[in-house]
């Protein structure tokens, strides 16, 4: 998983007062205590527990949300190019994913991977007009296909459907360099660590008409194991469902207890998390 410690610029959150709009809710006074500690361990290759290579479960209970990939009153899309998302739906608290406050901030330790994953537009290579070998044969044709299926299911089911399939797809390789592939890059060698499979789920769902401000590459800490992780977190009506390399299965946020977020990019937004506490 991640190799780079996630402290530099981190330590002062510790103790922060804030008065935030993202806050509002919040009794005050608080502070806010900061999501990690200074001790990374990080986890080796062979100490990565593989999750079942099956399809995640699908909860019949939970309704299409059409307005990402189709009208609201249809559960299919007559078009991959539906509209987009707009990012005025969504404020500083939507970020405040795993039961944390998201702090908007100029720049973290991962900013210049963010910034060279995302600052080129990669939908094109997932899309049904790329007709390179790249696009139309090997793990990246494939890829391909499955987000060109996952957008004529609804929502849930087409983020199941793109989570399975970069999981069942990719291998788990930890680099030694922390770096952060580009789906290209990650297709072409069929493997990656935990941030290369949220960034590829990611231009997946970029792809197929998702706003990039509702996609968020969340780098936490899995207190359970004490090892650092990157998912991916997708803003649905509301609901924060959670694309993980450990597991084919999709859930909300509220699932993870033992999630707790460092740091975080959205489109061109960066935060940084912490847990609301009154202070003593």
């Not at 987000?147 to 990719?170: C, D, H, K, P, Q």
């Not at 890059?185 to 069929?190: L, S, V």
């Not at 941030?195 to 968020?216: C, N, V």
């Not at 460092?262 to 912490?274: L, M, N, P, V, W």
Request: with cysteine.
């Amino acid at each position: 998983m991640l190799k780079t410690k996630i402290i530099a610029g981190l330590v002062g959150l510790a103790g922060l007062f804030v008065s935030v709009p993202s806050l509002a809710n919040v009794a005050a006074p608080l502070s806010l205590r900061p999501s990690f500690d200074g001790d990374a361990n990080w986890l080796r290759g062979n100490q990565i527990v593989t999750s079942a290579r099956t399809l995640a479960t699908i909860d019949g209970a939970i309704q299409p949300w059409g307005l990402w990939i189709a009208p609201a009153t249809t559960e299919k899309v007559a078009s991959l190019n539906a509209p987009k998302f707009t990012s005025a739906h969504l404020d500083s608290s939507t970020y405040g994913v795993f039961g944390s406050v998201a702090l908007p901030i100029s720049a973290v330790p991962a900013s210049k991977q963010w910034r060279s994953i995302s600052a080129t537009d990669y939908t094109l290579q997932f899309g049904a007009s790329c007709h390179t070998v790249a696009c139309s044969t090997g793990i990246g044709g494939t890829l391909g296909r499955a987000a060109r299926m996952a957008a004529t299911e609804n929502a849930f089911e087409g983020l199941a459907l793109i989570n399975s399939s970069v999981n069942n797809l990719i291998k788990y390789r930890a680099d030694g360099a922390d770096h952060w592939a580009t789906p290209v890059e990650t297709a072409a060698r069929g493997a990656g660590d935990c941030e290369d499979f949220a960034i590829a789920k990611m231009w997946l769902l970029r792809s197929i008409g998702y706003a990039p401000e509702a996609l968020q590459l969340v780098v936490l800490k899995d207190t359970r194991t004490g090892y650092y992780h990157a998912v991916l977190a997708v803003h649905v009506n509301g609901r924060n469902y959670i694309l993980d390399n450990m597991s084919n299965r999709v859930s909300t946020d509220a699932a993870y207890a033992n999630y707790k977020p460092i740091e975080s990019f959205a489109g061109d937004r960066t935060f940084i998390h912490g847990f609301a506490t009154k202070p003593s």
